[in-house]
Nanobody, 127 residues
Framework: QVQLVESGGGLVQAGGSLRLSCASS????????MGWFRQAPGKEREYVAL????????LYTDSVKGRFTISRDNDKKMVYLQMNSLKPEDTAVYYC????????????????????WGQGTQVTVSS
């Protein structure tokens, strides 16, 4: 079973950078599509960056394209989210999620498709 723990959140000024990490304390993530989601107060949880099980394809929500980068290291059982040029509207709790799949190509965009979630890490961007 995959168990996920996020780290790397914090308070940063607008224009700054943060790197979020997601560690699996259980089984390998190599059989999982992975994603970063976020949820701001009063808003629904939305996907930020997604990566296929095979790692060859990624998808970003429009508002973070060109600023955020998702990556994975299956040997280390880690997924990362590099966030640059942060904006106050990026403020949210960020969650790492995993979906067990035998398919290497598909990207899964809705929270309901994911099996396992981390506890979340707060990212606050001040103006």
């Amino acid at each position: 079973q995959v168990q996920l723990v996020e780290s790397g959140g914090g308070l940063v000024q607008a224009g700054g950078s943060l790197r979020l990490s997601c560690a699996s304390s259980g089984r390998t993530i190599s059989r999982h599509a992975m994603g970063w989601f976020r949820q701001a107060p009063g808003k629904e949880r939305e996907y930020v960056a997604l990566i296929t099980r095979g790692g060859s394809n990624t998808l970003y929500t429009d508002s973070v394209k060109g600023r955020f980068t998702i990556s994975r290291d299956n040997d280390k059982k880690m997924v990362y989210l590099q966030m640059n040029s942060l904006k106050p509207e990026d403020t949210a709790v960020y969650y790492c999620a995993a979906k067990s799949t035998i398919l290497t190509a598909p990207i899964y965009t809705t929270p309901e498709e994911y099996d396992t979630w981390g506890q979340g890490t707060q990212v606050t961007v001040s103006s």
